[in-house]
Nanobody, 130 residues
Framework: QLQLVESGGGLVQPGGSLRLSCAAS????????IGWFRQALGREREGVTS????????YYADSVKGRFTISRDNAKSTVYLQMNSLKPEDTAIYYC???????????????????????WGQGTQVSVSS
């Protein structure tokens, strides 16, 4: 069973940066798509970014393009989310999630949709405030 644990959240001022980590255990990450999602208070969970398994293609929501960067280190079974130029509207609980690339149809691999992902971490709080 694949298990995911997020870390790196915290309180940061607008314009600041944070790096989130998603550490996996139980299985190798090589063949998994990993996505980052967030859920603000009173809002639905939304997709932020995702990265492919073997191809490592990356996908971003328009709201974070140019500010956030996803990367993976399969040797460490860890995926990172570097968040720069943070805004108050980025405040949310951030979750990482995983799905096997063999269970993801090619036509939806670029879609960062929560319903496509099978394994979830517990989340880490990110708060952007002065």
């Amino acid at each position: 069973q694949l298990q995911l644990v997020e870390s790196g959240g915290g309180l940061v001022q607008p314009g600041g940066s944070l790096r989130l980590s998603c550490a996996a255990s139980g299985r190798t990450l090589d063949y998994y798509y990993i996505g980052w999602f967030r859920q603000a208070l009173g809002r639905e969970r939304e997709g932020v970014t995702s990265i492919g398994g073997r191809d490592a293609n990356t996908y971003y929501a328009d709201s974070v393009k140019g500010r956030f960067t996803i990367s993976r280190d399969n040797a460490k079974s860890t995926v990172y989310l570097q968040m720069n130029s943070l805004k108050p509207e980025d405040t949310a609980i951030y979750y990482c999630a995983a799905v096997s690339e063999f269970e993801l149809r090619p036509d939806v691999r670029g879609q960062i949709r929560p319903d496509l992902y099978a394994y979830w971490g517990q989340g880490t709080q990110v708060s952007v405030s002065s």
